[in-house]
C-alpha cells in the first residue's frame, strides 16, 4: 500500500522501527511453530492472545474493509484455544489446587454418528470440487473471450 494511505504509512512507521518490526516477526513464527508442535501448542496459544490483540485492534482502528471481521474471529479462535489449555497455566494464575475429577470423559462414537461425520466430509470435499471445477471453467472461458477479442482480425488489413 502506498505510504499516502493510512495504513501504508502506519506500516512504513513500524516497519522503520527495524529491531521492533523483526521482534513482531519473530513472537509470529514462534507462536506459529509452538501451535504446529503438540508440545507446545498451549504455549503458542497463549503466546498468539496479544499478538491477535493487536493485529485486530489495528484492523479496527485504521478501518481496513473487512479484515476486522476475519481478525476478529480469529481473535476468537485463539482465545478459544487458550481457554481448552487454561489448566495448564492455571498454576501460574490462582493458588487454588486444580480438581482432578473435572476431566472431560471419554465418549466414543457409534457407527451413526461416525457415518454422518464420513459423509458432512464427502459432502464438503464434492461441493469444494465442483465449486473449483465451476470457477476455473469461468476463468478459463474469460481468458479465452479475452483473449479473442487480443487477437487482431486477419481478414481486415
Known amino acids: 500500500m502506498s505510504v499516502e494511505t493510512p495504513i501504508g504509512e502506519f506500516f512504513e512507521v513500524i516497519y522503520q522501527t527495524g529491531l521492533y ?4 516477526g519473530c513472537a509470529q ?7 504446529l508442535n503438540p508440545r507446545g501448542a498451549h504455549l503458542g496459544a497463549f503466546l498468539f492472545v496479544p499478538i491477535m ?19 476478529g474471529m480469529m481473535f476468537l479462535a485463539v482465545l478459544y484455544l487458550s481457554a481448552w489449555d487454561y489448566h ?19 465418549l466414543r462414537l457409534d457407527w451413526m454418528e461416525r457415518l454422518g461425520f464420513a459423509v458432512f466430509a464427502a459432502s464438503l470435499l464434492a461441493a469444494f470440487m465442483i465449486l473449483g471445477v465451476v ?17 487482431p482480425d486477419r481478414g481486415t488489413t
Open 21 to 24: 518490526w523483526q521482534f513482531i
Open 53 to 71: 490483540a493487536n493485529i485486530f485492534v489495528i484492523t479496527v482502528s485504521l478501518q481496513f474493509s473487512g479484515t476486522p471481521f476475519v481478525t
Open 88 to 106: 495448564r497455566i492455571r498454576g501460574a494464575l490462582t493458588e487454588r489446587p486444580w480438581n482432578p475429577e473435572l476431566t472431560v470423559p471419554d
Open 135 to 151: 470457477a476455473g471453467l469461468l476463468t478459463l472461458v474469460r481468458f479465452l473471450w479475452v483473449g479473442r477479442r487480443l487477437v
Open 29 to 35: 513464527v514462534l507462536a506459529g511453530v509452538l501451535l
